[in-house]
C-alpha cells in the first residue's frame, strides 16, 4: 500500500521572482525564474517600454519540464501583459487581462524556467523590459 | 525519511442520479459519504409535464459542516451548486461555476444529497450529477474543510490594530478573502486587508469601499506583496487558490467610521492535515 508523505510536505509561498532590465539588449534572454523544485506557477507577468511607443517584439519562454513553450508579443506600451498556456497548441498566449499560468488554472511542474527576450526590433531609448512571477515551491514543513 | 514528492494520484469520478416521481422533501443521496475527497462541481435539474419550476435543495456535508442551498429551478434548465463566499450555505446558479467558484472544494470527508422541495409535478424527474476526485486510501495528507472564519466589528476603530479574520494556521488553502463596510450614510470607505503568507504580508487598502457591497480580495500577479479588490467573485489568486505553510488574515477600517458602521470579514479555507 502507498504511504503518500510521512514527513509532511506543503506548498510555500516564495517571493515574487522580478526582472528589471533597463535597457534590455536585443536578442538576449533574461531569466525571470530558474527552479528545480516542484512549483505551483500562479501568474507570469511581463512589460516593455521605450520612448519611440510604438510596438517592439518581445519573446516570453516558459521550459516546463526541459520542454520550452514560447509565446511572441509586441508590446511597447508599458501595459502589463499576463501569459498563460494555450490548451490547443504548445504556446504561450497572453492578455491585458488578469489570467492564471494556465488560464484558470495553476501550472504545475517539476522544474520551472521563464525567460523573456527582446528580439527584431530596435531597441528605443529608455527602454525597459520588466518580468514578473507568482509562484509556490513544494517544500518539507 | 520518506519524502513526498510525487503528486497523489487523484480517482477521478463522475456521479448521477436520475430519481423518477421522487417524493417531496426526501432526501435523495447524490455523492455517499466519501473520504478524502474533492468535489469539482455539481449539477442539478428537474422535470415534469407542466414544465413548472421547482423548488430544489442540495446538501452538502464537508467534515461535519453542513451547507444547504434552494433554488427554483426551472423546468429543465441547469443549476450549479457552489459555496457562497458570504454566507454559511451553497448558492444554486444558472452559470456554470465550481464548488468554489473558480476552484475545488476538498475535504477528509464528504457528501451530498439532494431533494424537490416542492410538490412533485406529473412525471417528475430530479435529475443530479457530481464531478469529484479522491486520493487513496493509505494517503497521510489531505485538506480537511473548516467552516468559514468570520470577524464582525460593529462598531471598528478607526486605523487602530487589524481585527483578525482569521488566526495563524499551518499549511493552509485560501480560497476567498472576503470583506465589507457598511455604514447608515452608505458612505465610501477605506478598508485594509492584510494576508500575511509565509512572512509576507499581502495587503491592499482599498481607498473607496463602497457600502454594503462584498469585495474580494486576490493576489496581484505583478507587485510583490500587493492585492487587489473587487466587487467581482474572485479566488484568493484570482481563478486559484493561495497556498502557504504558514498564514493569517487580518481587516481594519482607514476612516472615521459612519453612523452604525460595521466591517466583516470572512476567509474561506482549508487546511493540509494528517489523515486520522
Redesign the interface.
Known sequence: MPVYGRVKWYWKKQPLAELDQDPPVIDTEYTILDTTRLTKLLYISTKYKDDDAVAKECVVTATINGTAIPGTRSPGDDTWNYWYFRHDVPNLFNSSSIFNANYWKAKHATSIKVTVMRQTDAIGANAELDGRVQYATWEPT | ????????PLKETFVNISESNPNEDEWYPLLPQTDLGEIMSVKIEQQNDETDAKNIEVRLTADDTEYVGTVSAPHSLNEFAVRSPIQDALILLASQYNMNW?TTLKGHSLQLDVRITSTPGTNQVLLANAHFFT???????WWKHYPTAVVNQDPPVNDLSYYEILGEV??VRFIYFGGRQINDEAALKNVELTAT??S?AYTRNHGNLGSGAWNYWH?R?????ALLASTTTYNT????T????LGKVEIRIRSAPGTNQELDGRVVYEL?E?VA
Open positions: 525519511m520518506s519524502v513526498q514528492v510525487k503528486p497523489i473558480y486520493a487513496p486510501a493509505g494517503t497521510n495528507w499551518e499549511d503568507i509565509d509576507i493576489i500577479p505583478e507587485i510583490a506583496a489568486a484570482r481563478y486559484e493561495l497556498d502557504g505553510q493540509y494528517e
